[in-house]
């Protein structure tokens, strides 16, 4: 008799395993039903008309529109319209964050829109104004006339941690309130299109329509819009990037209060610190920020830092990478003085630096933030290297790229800090010989130029147009 009802015992005793272990692990993965039932009614989806020329395509600095990675990918591409026609284009997603009718949204969802159109919840379509929009965090403030209406819940990004759960709504596709779930998988990201927002990282599964959509924690609050993807096919790949709320709150503040958004400005070029340079500059480890280059009498200039700083600190936040201090200055009001910890000469030094504004014109924020002159035939400006530049780099005679205007220069590359040394096969001596050489250049023929950066000399070509 045992030695029958063993098996059978063996048998049962193995199914209450696997149900306790299935029980056990459904236990662990969130419910967000309850999450998604109350936050939806505050989601909107948002939709433009735009003019007679219809929507663009975003353009990369060549003039040509942008590869698939790092595109920002809600609503484009989408279908041109015609010429004289008119009609809305269904572009992404919203959130409503008072009562009587503030949304925010991303800047590229509405930009260029002639009309912008809400539709709520309870399917209203209402139409929309736009308060203000901030292009460098890609984010737009918008006034329905309405009132009542249902809020999210606002949360803090900053209490954010990688490994949480997180859940997306928004209308991907056009198909309105898709709920996407997944984790943070980082914090602090730097993107090549915006260097003022320490974007959130996510799995989340975002495609287009979810842009500018909330990013909700297992509270049910918003610490999160839905701005980027990284994609080599134009869809979700696993990377997906949101501005992270604190950061949003501060310019819808603004945006509402004035119109614009205040940033603080050091007026400096600088880059990563690597094992090598570490050794140099006679730090511990490869951290901070080096400062490659400090513009005439700019904010940073006024207040004392030099080329070859290592900034290390920044108003008690710690500057690990150089992407750190954009977003630590940027975050700070102009006019605020706070002590900057670096190294200068293998020694500590401690500055007390008063930030500045940064300027409304992108150019600007790379000159002395006196307006910009106009470019050469390439693109650029120089100046004259300093006789440490020279020393450091072991070079008698170049150039220093200031600004980069546009034109051939944004095409090919070419980055403010970047030491032109020869062009086409002739030495660059001076800013004025600099200036003739490029005008005396023939059109459509490939021109090499050798450069400097970050200490390592090379070749690239280019040709100028007619």
Do not use: C
């Amino acid at each position: 008799m045992n030695n029958y009802r063993s098996p059978i015992w063996a048998l049962a005793l193995l199914a209450f395993s696997i149900f306790w272990v299935s029980s056990a692990r459904s236990a662990q993965l969130p419910e967000f039903t309850e999450l998604v039932k109350k936050a939806s009614p505050a989601v909107v989806n948002i939709s433009t008309v735009q003019g007679a020329e219809g929507s663009k395509p975003i353009l990369g600095p060549n003039g040509q529109p942008l590869p698939d990675i790092f595109q920002e990918f809600f609503g484009r591409p989408h279908p041109r319209i015609d010429e004289g026609q008119r009609r809305p284009q269904s572009l992404g997603s919203g959130f409503i964050i008072s009562d009587d009718g503030y949304i925010l949204t991303n800047n590229h969802v509405v930009d260029g829109a002639s009309q912008v159109i809400v539709r709520l919840s309870d399917r209203r379509e209402l139409e929309a104004t736009l308060v203000g929009a901030d292009e460098r965090s890609d984010l737009a403030l918008l006034k329905i006339d309405a009132e009542d209406l249902p809020v999210v819940k606002i949360g803090r990004s900053a209490d954010l941690q990688p490994g949480q759960w997180v859940v997306a709504i928004g209308s991907p596709f056009g198909f309105d309130y898709s709920v996407t779930a997944g984790i943070v998988s980082a914090l602090g990201r730097s993107l090549p299109s915006e260097n003022y927002v320490p974007f959130i990282q996510t799995d989340v599964a975002i495609n287009p329509g979810n842009s500018g959509g909330p990013l909700f924690n297992l509270d049910g609050e918003v610490i999160g819009i839905n701005s980027q993807i990284f994609t080599r096919s134009g869809g979700f790949m696993g990377l997906s990037f949101a501005i992270p709320m604190d950061v949003a709150m501060r310019v819808s503040d603004q945006l509402k209060e004035q119109g614009y958004v205040s940033r603080g400005w050091l007026g400096v070029v600088i880059q990563d610190v690597n094992k090598d340079l570490a050794e140099s500059f006679g730090l511990k480890k490869a951290a901070g920020a080096l400062v490659a280059q400090v513009m005439p009498d700019g904010p940073g200039d006024r207040s004392g830092l030099r080329d070859g700083d290592v900034i290390l600190s920044f108003a008690g936040n710690p500057i690990n990478l150089s992407s750190d201090l954009p977003h630590a200055v940027g975050a700070t009001p102009p006019g605020d003085k706070v002590k900057v910890e670096l190294v200068r000469g293998g020694k500590s030094l401690t500055l007390d630096v008063t930030v500045g504004e940064l300027p409304t014109d992108p150019r600007q924020a790379l000159s002395s933030g006196k307006p910009a002159k106009q470019a050469n035939r390439l693109g650029v400006k120089v100046v004259e290297l300093t006789s440490k530049q020279k020393g450091d780099l072991e070079i008698n005679t170049g150039v220093v790229i200031s600004e980069v205007l546009g034109g051939p220069a944004r095409s090919i590359g070419l980055r403010p800090g970047d030491v032109i040394t020869d062009v086409d096969n002739q030495p660059v001596d001076s800013p004025k010989q600099f200036s003739k050489l490029i005008a005396d250049l023939p059109s459509e023929r490939s021109i090499s130029m050798r450069l400097i950066r970050r200490g390592r000399p090379g070749y690239i070509t280019f040709k100028l147009p007619e």
